[in-house]
């Protein structure tokens, strides 16, 4: 019975790292040639023959998978998000909730910086059509870091008016990034001083809490990230 199981567990592991030396499928290279050049350049700078290119897959491959130019830039967001959303929720260190909520902008400014041709295209953008749908993407991204500033500040069932003085915070911090990406009209530790300003302003006046109180709950172990944990198990 045990070297049964021995040997079945053996062509377990076998079968699990052919398929990890596997190489990528013409979907796949299409995907992460695209997420490349997106995040350097942006949408409408990035033309198909590029990606394919990029790829070494034929023309009519990325079509065949995704349909259009707008559907795959909505997927590559769809993944940039989830990555950015685990690495941000990750990103809360620090034994106060002031430490972790600094730890957390700049894990963000990082991240964005590394498609900063992507945001800059967003923030620029009137093409409501494609607009709409990234929109959504990065919005429900946006809520997920509220829920966890929410938990740092000890704010575990915030009332809307609180969730409404924070979404206006962190579109306060878009903006200071995108003047420090467009033209450097401001630093990357100005844009840091100046948020967590107004984070003490509305953490004094609208929610009563300190920010510089110790944070019991270690931020590593959250519902977010043991979530994205399983489902990388899973796949």
């Not at 998978?65 to 690495?87: D, W």
């Not at 990357?188 to 984070?199: I, M």
Request: proline residues 3%; hydrophobic residues 45%.
């Amino acid at each position: 019975m045990i070297q049964t199981m021995t040997y079945k567990g053996t062509r377990s592991d076998r079968r699990q790292k052919e398929a990890s030396e596997k190489p990528p499928s013409g979907k796949q290279r299409i995907l992460d040639a695209a997420d490349r050049l997106f995040a350097s350049r942006g949408f409408t700078d990035v033309p198909a023959a590029e990606i394919v290119r990029e790829a070494g897959v034929a023309h009519g491959l990325l079509f065949h998978h995704f349909g259009s130019m707008e559907a795959l830039y909505a997927e590559v967001t769809r993944a940039a998000a989830q990555r950015m959303n685990e690495t941000q929720v990750a990103s809360f260190r620090g034994s106060t909730a002031r430490k972790q909520i600094a730890s957390f902008l700049r894990t963000h400014l990082k991240a964005v910086k590394d498609r900063q041709g992507d945001a800059l295209f967003r923030a620029r953008s009137h093409n409501l059509a494609i607009n709409a749908t990234i929109a959504e993407i990065w919005e429900a991204s946006r809520q997920q870091a509220i829920d966890r500033i929410c938990e740092v500040l000890g704010m575990p069932e915030p009332s809307r008016k609180a969730r409404a003085c924070l979404r206006a915070w962190i579109g306060f911090h878009d903006q200071l990034v995108l003047a420090w990406l467009a033209d450097r009209a401001i630093s990357e530790a100005e844009v840091l001083r100046c948020t967590l300003r107004q984070l003490d302003h509305l953490a004094v006046e609208e929610f009563a809490v300190d920010l510089d109180r110790e944070v019991l709950v270690p931020a590593n172990h959250h519902p977010l990230i043991e979530e994205a944990s399983a489902f990388r198990g899973r796949q």
